[in-house]
């Protein structure tokens, strides 16, 4: 996460940038977007604009060290070994949840590792059933495998692309 001491320059930075597109937009008479004049037009800019960054800084930083963790771990096979429920209110509903516990055995030891996962389901889970887990030996975390932190990259990688490219349109020469 953001430390609360870079949120400042990131703040100032932003509102500055923000300033400079608010004005070369309302200078650029071969743009077809008009943002008019005003306060409002400028905080709804910027607050875009810093929407945009935090976002960037969010996937990007924290999805690279959460992909980090994922490539430093050993894969593995488990099967679920026993199966928790219960039942909860949801939207005026009472749905069940199931939280699995999975059993594997990594080839250096002979000692199987049961971990109960922190995931709930709302899809029956059956006794047997095999999930893609990461473990890591040196702290035995255990965390099933997931493609999701590389399409949340990718999107961060596409709002810096957005960051790069205003920045590119501000600094330019019209």
Do not use: H
Not at 73 to 98: C, H, L, P, W
């Amino acid at each position: 996460m953001i430390e609360s001491y870079y949120n400042i320059p990131i703040v100032i930075f932003t509102l500055w940038i923000s300033y400079r597109f608010y004005k070369r937009l309302n200078e650029d008479e071969n743009t077809s977007i008009s943002l008019g004049t005003g306060c409002f037009a400028f905080g709804a800019l910027a607050l875009s604009y810093l929407i945009l960054v935090y976002m960037t800084i969010f996937l990007l930083f924290s999805e690279l060290e959460t992909l980090y963790e994922n490539i430093s771990m050993e894969q593995y096979t488990a099967k679920v070994s026993d199966v928790n429920s219960y039942e909860k209110k949801y939207k005026g509903k009472i749905r069940t949840f199931y939280i699995p516990t999975i059993k594997f055995t990594p080839p250096k030891s002979s000692k199987p590792i049961v971990e109960k996962l922190k995931n709930e389901s709302r899809k029956n889970i059956e006794i047997g059933q095999e999930y893609n887990v990461l473990y890591d030996s040196k702290t035995s975390r255990v965390i099933v495998a997931s493609k999701v932190s590389v399409v949340l990259i990718i999107i961060g990688l596409v709002f810096l692309f957005l960051i790069i490219y205003s920045l590119y349109y501000i600094f330019s020469k019209p």
